[in-house]
């Protein structure tokens, strides 16, 4: 069982997935933003293997009866967008009358 988690197409869009969100998390802790390194990586890593989970499950559910699987990707893909969405809704904060947001400017 291990050993099928570490098999090339398993392992490599997981270890790409970290590199890739760790550069753009490091340029954001870089230029000392709210959301950094950790947050970048965490959200990347989870996205990657939500995307693998609904891509390999259907190797995954060999035992199941094929009428009862259904696969969609896409709408696992949607729903990490929808929350990153929020995530990223979450990152917008009001101050009196001015709000701080996106890029920490005041408007």
Do not use: Y
Not at 9 to 18: K, Y
Not at 53 to 80: C, F, K, N, T
């Amino acid at each position: 069982m291990i050993t099928d988690l570490l098999e090339p197409q398993l392992l490599w869009p997981i270890l790409g997935a970290i590199i890739a969100s760790a550069v753009i998390g490091g340029e954001r802790e870089f230029r000392s933003s709210p959301a950094g390194l950790r947050t970048h990586v965490l959200v990347g890593l989870s996205c990657c293997l939500l995307m693998l989970a609904a891509v390999h499950q259907i190797a995954w559910l060999s035992d199941a009866l094929a009428e009862v699987i259904r696969i969609d990707p896409v709408r696992i893909a949607h729903g990490i967008l929808t929350g990153i969405g929020f995530l990223c809704g979450g990152v917008i904060f009001r101050e009196g009358f001015s709000v701080r947001g996106w890029k920490g400017t005041n408007r």
